[in-house]
C-alpha cells in the first residue's frame, strides 16, 4: 500500500538549521506536499514539490527526488514559533491524499 | 474571510447514538475532504470529494459516511458511533487539481463513550 515515513521528532537550537526527511511509498502521484501544525491547531500548508529539485519559500525549502522515493523540509534561522508539528503528504492521480505520521520539531532557546 | 468551519468543536456522546459533524466553505472549492488525527498515525483519509454528488472513499472509511449536495458542504455522518471512532476530526477544502493548498477547519474534537 501506500506509506510515508518520517522521523517521529526532532530537535534543534534558535537560529540553527533542520531537515525533516520524508520517505515514501507510492506511485502515480502529483508531488509531495507539507504542512505545519501547532500543538491544539489545525494544520496548515507550507510548500509543495511538483516537480524533482528544490522550492523556497522564505525561511522555509521543500526538496522532492522521485527517483529516491524521498524528500525533505528544511527550515533554517530557526525561531521559538516554528515548534510544531510538520507532515509530509501525496495526492495521487487517484485524487485521494496520504499524510505522513508527523515530525514533532521542538526548538530550544 | 476565507475559511472552513466545522461544528460542533467538541463533542461528548455515547455508542450508537447518531451524529453529524458539519462542514463548510466560503471559499468556491471543488474538493472537500475529511481526514481522522489520532496519536502517532498523522492525518487519515475518511472521504473526500471531487465536486457536488462526487464523493469518495479515503484510506478509513468504514464507520462513516457523506455527502456533497451544495458545493460549500460536506457533512460527515456517524450513523451508529463506536468508541474507536473517538478521535480529532478535521475538514479541509481546496481547488480542484494537482497540489492545491489545503485548507483546514479548526477541527472536532469527539468522545464515544
Known amino acids: 500500500g501506500q506509506s510515508l515515513e518520517q522521523p517521529s521528532e526532532v530537535t534543534a537550537v534558535e537560529g540553527a538549521i533542520v531537515q525533516i526527511n520524508c520517505t515514501y511509498q507510492t506511485s502515480g502521484f502529483y508531488g509531495l506536499s507539507w504542512y505545519q501544525q501547532h500543538d491544539g491547531g489545525a494544520p496548515t500548508f507550507l510548500s509543495y514539490?511538483?516537480?524533482?529539485g528544490l522550492e523556497e519559500t522564505g525561511r522555509f525549502s521543500s526538496f522532492l527526488s522521485r527517483s529516491d522515493s524521498y524528500g525533505y523540509l528544511l527550515l533554517q534561522e530557526l525561531q521559538m514559533k516554528d515548534s510544531a508539528s510538520y507532515f509530509c503528504?501525496?495526492?495521487?492521480?487517484?485524487?485521494?491524499?496520504?499524510f505522513g505520521p508527523g515530525t514533532r520539531l521542538s526548538v530550544l532557546p | 474571510e476565507a475559511q472552513v468551519t466545522q461544528n460542533p468543536r467538541y463533542l461528548i456522546t455515547v455508542t450508537g447514538k447518531k451524529l453529524t459533524v458539519t462542514c463548510s466553505q466560503n471559499?468556491?472549492?471543488?474538493?472537500m475532504s475529511w481526514y481522522r488525527q489520532d496519536p502517532g498515525l498523522g492525518l487519515r483519509q475518511i472521504y473526500y470529494?471531487?465536486?457536488?454528488?462526487?464523493?469518495d472513499k479515503g484510506d478509513v472509511p468504514e464507520g462513516y459516511k457523506v455527502s456533497r449536495k451544495e458545493k460549500r458542504n460536506f457533512p460527515l455522518i456517524l450513523e451508529s458511533p463506536s468508541p474507536n471512532q473517538t478521535s480529532l476530526y478535521f475538514c479541509?477544502?481546496?481547488?480542484?487539481?494537482?497540489?492545491?493548498?489545503?485548507?483546514f477547519g479548526d477541527g472536532t474534537r469527539l468522545s464515544i463513550l
Open positions: 503528504a501525496v495526492r495521487n492521480y487517484g485524487q485521494n491524499f496520504v
Open positions: 514539490n511538483a516537480l524533482d
Open positions: 470529494s471531487m465536486n457536488v454528488e462526487v464523493t
Open positions: 479541509a477544502s481546496s481547488k480542484g487539481q494537482g497540489l492545491q493548498p489545503q485548507h
Open positions: 471559499m468556491n472549492h471543488e474538493y
